[in-house]
């Protein structure tokens, strides 16, 4: 199964941008699709981008056009990289891999990502 590992959060100020990384590791990385969810203080955990071997990609609304997910397959990474920033942006984000037509199953251990006002 693979393994995902991100690093990238930070404390930033509302409109800076900011870059998150993700290493995955430990399967065919051509089955998988990566993605980026994000959890805020007493909200669930919610869906914020995906990105597939092809380079397709899917955002949820509120981040489409201010952030943009990668996927550099030579390197088995994935980066989200969020500009424009807005206090509600602030969340643990994580990383996760899931099989192409599954539940995205290996999940990161998370990266906190605080932008104030």
């Known amino acids: 199964q693979v393994q995902v590992v991100e690093s990238g959060g930070g404390l930033v100020q509302a409109g800076d941008s900011l870059k998150l990384s993700c290493k995955a590791s430990g399967g065919p990385l051509r089955n998988y699709v990566l993605g980026w969810f994000r959890q805020a203080p007493g909200k669930e955990r919610e869906f914020v981008a995906r990105?597939?071997?092809?380079?397709?990609?899917y955002y949820w609304p509120s981040v489409e056009g201010r952030f943009t997910i990668s996927r550099d397959n030579a390197k088995s990474m994935t980066y989200l990289q969020l500009n424009n920033l807005k206090p509600e942006d602030t969340a643990v984000y994580y990383c996760?891999?899931?099989?192409?037509?599954?539940?995205?199953?290996?999940w990161g251990q998370g990266t906190q990502v605080t932008v104030s006002s």
């Open positions: 990105v597939r071997w092809g380079g397709g990609t």
């Open positions: 996760a891999a899931g099989v192409y037509g599954g539940e995205f199953d290996s």
